[in-house]
């Protein structure tokens, strides 16, 4: 079964700097969505050589819900 890993790191400052292993393709640039989301938009973006690979595959699915208050 193939694994994803996921290094954050938060520095003193507040900036946030998230490393994604494992995915290969466009499918990292799902997962990057999905962390902009919940962090905020990237204010840089480097692409590993697992960018480049073929995919495997992997389909990541985003959903909101909103709750009331």
Do not use: W
């Not at 996921?6 to 466009?26: C, L, S, T, W, Y």
């Not at 692409?47 to 699915?61: C, K, L, M």
């Amino acid at each position: 079964m193939e694994q994803h890993e996921f290094d954050i790191e938060i520095a003193p400052n507040g900036q946030v700097r998230v490393h994604i292993k494992g995915v290969k393709g466009q499918a990292c640039v799902d997962y990057v969505r999905l962390f902009e989301r919940i962090l905020g938009r990237a204010a840089e973006l480097q692409h590993t050589g697992e960018f480049y690979e073929p995919p495997t595959g992997v389909a990541i699915s985003i959903e909101q819900k909103a709750q009331s208050l």
